[in-house]
């Protein structure tokens, strides 16, 4: 078929993200796709200069830094600033898939009636060596606000779509404003699934997730009663999720470190109380 090249946004937040920025930059840069603006918004990063260090090395970057205002509100940022026809935001942790740009607009040109697409994501470890991935991804994306299965950064949407449907991010919200958004979105748009991993997710010590789980878990119950989530249905499905994501995860310690790598993983499991 006939390819046409509208203008992907690639929208990354990032603070003291200097660790695995080049990843991320060169993932995108090397994509065989010819209509790319990758925007980098530096949220105040407080790491003597080595996040904006990386920055400057990457001339074909739109990129600019200033005082911190948080991870949802620069996304915002970044989808007011953003030119293109379709956005994606991934964070400066993580990596998009080889092909992923092109698989997406072949996509979105076989299918105008969709506002967005979404693919399978990828998960690599601190060193970025493949990983336990997500499970579950194959559930109907109707289903998200009970999986919460769909990474952002493996879910592309049209611009024009976002906006005219004010599908911005919650800038009070500090560790869940994707499932928020996410919900919010599926609901008013029609997205379509694509059967490839379009992007990488890491796992490593530093991730908020890890960091915070306490208050993450806080939001999100808010955000199950304000959305009306069924709590039991939730709960039921969010712990039979994190069994078998642990259970991956072990299969991957012991394939890469055998019984000694198991008994690590769980040994840091419980110290952390996760």
């Known amino acids: 078929m006939t390819l046409d ?16 920025l080049d990843d ?12 790319i603006e990758h925007i980098i918004i530096d949220d105040g990063s407080a790491d003597d200069g080595a996040t904006i260090a990386v920055l400057r090395k990457y001339p074909h970057l ?5 005082e911190n205002r948080g991870q949802y509100a620069t996304m915002n940022e970044g989808l007011d600033a953003a030119t293109g026809e379709w956005i994606c935001f991934i964070s400066a942790d993580d ?3 080889a092909g992923a740009v092109r698989r997406v607009v072949e996509f979105m040109n076989g299918h105008p009636e969709c506002d967005g ?21 194959f559930v109907p ?16 949407l049209r611009r024009e779509s976002l906006l005219h449907h004010r599908l911005f991010f919650d800038p009070a919200l500090h560790y869940v404003g994707d499932y928020d958004w996410m919900i919010r979105v599926i609901a008013a748009l029609q997205v379509g699934r694509l059967p490839f ?6 796992t490593h010590p530093a991730q908020a997730s890890k960091q915070h ?30 069994i078998i994501h642990d259970l991956n995860k072990l299969r991957f310690a012991f394939l890469d470190g055998g019984f000694t790598g198991a008994k690590r993983l769980i040994e840091d499991h419980f110290r952390r109380g996760k």
């Open 5 to 20: 090249f509208p203008l992907v946004s690639i929208i990354t937040p990032v603070y003291n993200g200097a660790k695995y």
């Open 24 to 35: 991320l930059i060169r993932s995108v840069q090397t994509q065989d796709y010819p209509s």
């Open 62 to 66: 739109r990129w600019w830094s200033r």
């Open 95 to 97: 990596r998009i898939q």
């Open 117 to 137: 697409v979404v693919g399978y994501t990828a998960a690599m470890d601190d060193t970025g060596k493949p990983y336990a991935d997500p499970p579950f991804q």
């Open 141 to 156: 994306v109707r289903f998200y606000a009970y999986f919460s299965q769909i990474s952002h950064c493996s879910l592309y």
């Open 197 to 202: 991993p379009l992007s990488v997710v890491r």
């Open 213 to 242: 789980r306490e208050s993450m878990i806080a939001e999100q119950k808010r955000i199950v009663t304000t959305y009306r989530v069924n709590p039991f249905i939730f709960n039921v499905s969010i712990s039979f999720y994190i």
